[in-house]
Structures are given as structure tokens and as C-alpha cells.
């Protein structure tokens, strides 16, 4: 199921992976099906060869589709194909930054397209800049999640059972079962490194909030520029608190702390080579961009993370 967004201009999601969580080896899958030319053709998907060239089930094929348009290594901007992203190429082709999704700055971009950007995925946007309840289950989302969807797309009717199963699959992408279900239940999900959202007792969860050792301080760069130039492109400034705890944010979708924050803007001058600048002047915390032109700092600070 896709709906326009009409708070944000964009489509919205609350389906398309089959309920299964984004598994470790499926975006590479997803890439090594392009061709000379970096296009995969949309038919590699959907014909009689599908199954047995990815090895797995019909559902499966479907849900690696989804989550390598969701995590920008495929993009649906050609007819009759799909493009491969720029960053995918750099990460996943053999001998790149990280072909095998080993190195945790992958899942962390992942994660950055889905709750950062909410790329064919509103669940996972909504719980992470919306969700405030120190703990909750499946249950306790469903209603607010609703009242989302229906503010979003006040003219379309949404399917309970649809937001149920987003919701579902939105958790175990970050915290699987550890018992019972059957044993694709047990795949450790590519997200559930990053020990963002922990399962307390059966069926209730809660944010791990602090310090995230396994984030890159390039990767927040990243994230940070990305988030930039989406909200403030013309700014050259970007207060603190926008930085830790704006809607969409990387304080908020990283679930970092303002101590963790702080330690990487630190960060930034160094790292960025000046074109990101912190200052507490006064009691005015801020960050400083020096350059707004297309440097190829965003691509830097990807390949940094994988240092």
C-alpha cells in the first residue's frame, strides 16, 4: 500500500516487504543483479527465473526489491529498470567499501534512509521522530499510527491489519524474536546490530538512547548534511538543538544523547576539513557550513565512515 504524503510531498508506505525485516545479504543481492550499463531490469524481479536465480521464495524476491529501493541502492527512475545509486556502487561492488554489508556504517545508512528519510518506509520514520513512550508494544503504536496516516491521507481509508503488520515488521527489523515463531523468525535482521530499539519483555520495547560506539563519526556527518540540505538549504547556520532533537533530525533518528551529540559536532572541523565548523559563543551552540556547492562532501563523509 503507497499514499501521497500531503504534509510532505512524498509517497507513503506501509507495505511492500512481505513482512520480512531487511536481512544482511539482500541489498548486495539486489546489486549484483545489475548490468554493464548499472541498470536492473524491473522484469529480474517478477519473471519465472527469479526465484531460483536470488534463492529464495516469491515473497522474498519481492521484500529484496523493496528494501533496495528503500535503502537507495535501487532507484525506480527509468522505464523498464531501475538505476543503481551512486552510493550503492561505492559500498557494494566487489572490492568496494563494504560488498558484503560487514562494516555497521552500512546498516546505519540503511537506517538513515528508512527512519531519516522515510524512504518507502512511514512506519519507520513515524516511530522514530514521533514515538516519546519510554517503553511499548505493538499494540500501544497502532492507534497513534492511525491518526497519522488519517492526518497524512485524510481522504483514504487505511487498512488496520496493514498498519499492524508495518508495525510488526518495522520492530523485529531491529529487535527479532527470541523465542518461539518459526525459524525465519530467527534471521538476524541487518538493522538488529545497531541496538537501537530493545525488546524489555516479551512484546514491549523501548529506545536504547546514549552513546552509539559502532556509528561513525563520518556517518553522522553525513546524516547531518543530508538532513541539511532537505530542511535549510539556504541557512548557513543550524542551531543544537535543531541538530539533537529536530523532526528527522540525526540526534532523534540515531537516538543519541545530547552529550553524544555534542561530542561529534565536535567533531565536525576536522573531519569535514573546516567546511563544518562548531561554536559556543555565549551560550550559543551552533554549527557553521562554509559551502552550500555539490564538493562531494557528502561522498567523502561516506567513505570516511568505512575507515
Not at 548499472?38 to 534463492?55: H, M, N, Q, W, Y
Not at 546505519?108 to 519507520?124: E, I, P, Q, S, V
Not at 515463531?181 to 541487518?190: I, L, Y
Request: charged share 25%.
Amino acid at each position: 500500500m503507497k499514499r501521497t504524503n500531503s504534509q510532505a510531498g512524498c509517497v507513503a508506505h506501509f507495505s511492500g516487504h512481505e513482512t520480512f525485516p531487511l536481512r544482511q545479504m539482500w541489498l548486495k543481492k539486489a546489486f549484483d543483479r545489475a548490468d554493464s550499463d548499472l541498470k536492473v531490469p524491473k522484469s529480474t524481479f517478477s519473471d519465472d527465473r527469479a526465484i531460483s536465480e536470488f534463492g529464495v521464495g516469491k515473497n522474498m524476491v519481492a521484500a529484496i526489491r523493496h528494501w533496495a529501493l528503500a535503502c537507495d541502492v535501487l532507484r525506480d527512475d527509468l522505464p523498464g529498470a531501475y538505476s543503481v545509486s551512486p552510493t550503492a556502487i561505492a559500498i557494494f561492488t566487489n572490492g568496494g567499501l563494504d560488498p558484503y554489508s560487514e562494516n555497521p556504517s552500512t546498516a546505519w545508512y540503511a537506517h538513515w534512509w528508512l527512519a531519516g528519510r522515510g524512504n518507502r518506509a512511514t512506519t519507520w520514520s513515524w516511530l522514530f521522530n514521533h514515538v516519546t513512550m519510554p517503553t511499548f508494544s505493538r499494540d500501544d503504536l497502532e492507534a497513534p499510527l492511525a491518526d497519522y496516516a488519517r492526518r497524512i491521507e485524510p481522504k483514504r481509508k487505511l487498512s488496520v491489519s496493514t498498519l499492524s503488520r508495518d508495525i510488526e515488521t518495522c520492530l523485529r527489523s531491529y529487535a527479532p524474536r527470541s523465542a518461539g515463531g518459526s525459524p525465519e523468525d530467527f534471521a538476524e535482521p541487518m538493522l538488529g546490530e545497531l541496538g537501537l530499539i530493545s525488546e524489555e519483555r516479551k512484546g514491549h520495547f523501548a529506545f536504547r538512547r546514549g552513546p552509539k560506539a559502532t556509528l561513525h563519526d563520518a556517518m553522522f556527518a553525513y546524516a547531518l548534511l543530508d538532513y541539511w540540505d532537505r530542511t535549510s538549504p539556504s541557512i548557513s547556520s543550524m542551531a543544537f538543538e535543531t541538530i539533537a532533537y529536530g523532526e528527522g533530525s540525526p540526534g532523534r533518528v540515531f537516538k543519541l544523547d545530547e552529550d553524544s551529540v555534542a561530542e561529534r559536532l565536535f567533531a565536525l572541523d576536522e573531519l569535514t576539513g573546516g567546511l563544518l565548523s562548531w561554536t559556543d559563543t555565549a551560550g550559543l551552540r551552533q554549527v557553521h557550513r562554509k559551502s552550500f556547492k555539490n564538493d562531494g562532501l557528502s561522498a567523502l563523509m561516506i567513505t570516511k565512515s568505512y575507515d
